[in-house]
């Protein structure tokens, strides 16, 4: 399996987690080409902001693994990790981060800043950026436009006594993540 086979497999945990109604973004933990674990974001559905795909493929693991470093692994990730997973990243030892489309707003491994190769910091992956980037940007670009349509009709059905949400509603800041 290439690093495009297997961000194939991370795509299809994203659709997962598309058609639970999450942003759409997965994970797959490798260790010799076998699956170890995989994670899907479930943030909404479990009401928990660390719920990120990264962190459920490599909380879970390290169960199976039995072992809180995963040193001879590789993460694929459809999307840039965030400040959260990257620092997590680096404390499992994860060997290799292998990623999508890249995250202009809170991406940790390069775009607005670059935790997983931090020269002070204790441990440094390798880093593949850019893995089928179209197709995994391309995902969550159709789910963020599906989902500010959905909004708008909802917006268009409702009344003038809604004006206060209008006003103060909570759309205008989407995350990625
Ligand atoms: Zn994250």
Redo the contacts with the bound molecule.
């Keep these: 399996m290439t690093d495009e086979d297997w961000m194939r497999h991370a795509l299809m945990l994203a659709a997962r987690a598309e058609a639970a109604g999450e942003v759409p973004v997965g994970a797959v933990l490798v260790k010799d080409q076998q699956v170890v674990a995989e994670g899907w974001n479930q943030m909404i559905s479990s009401h928990d902001p660390?719920a990120?795909?990264?962190?459920l493929a490599v909380r879970q693991a390290g169960q199976l693994l039995q072992n809180y470093r995963l040193p001879e692994c590789t993460l694929y990730v459809t999307l840039e990790?965030?400040?959260?997973?990257?620092g997590?990243l680096v404390h499992s030892r994860i060997k290799r981060l292998v990623f999508g489309a890249s995250d202009y707003k809170?991406g940790a491994a390069g775009s607005i800043m670059d935790l997983v190769c931090h020269p002070k910091l204790n441990h440094q992956l390798e880093v593949t950026a850019g893995v089928l980037a179209e197709e995994c940007s391309m995902m969550l670009s159709t789910f963020f436009q599906r989902r500010r349509a959905e909004q708008k009709r909802l917006k268009q059905q409702k009344g003038p006594l809604e004006i206060v949400e209008k006003t103060f509603g909570n759309d205008g800041d989407v995350d990625l993540?």
């Design positions: 660390s990120h795909a990264e962190m990790p965030c400040s959260m997973c990257a997590m809170t993540t």
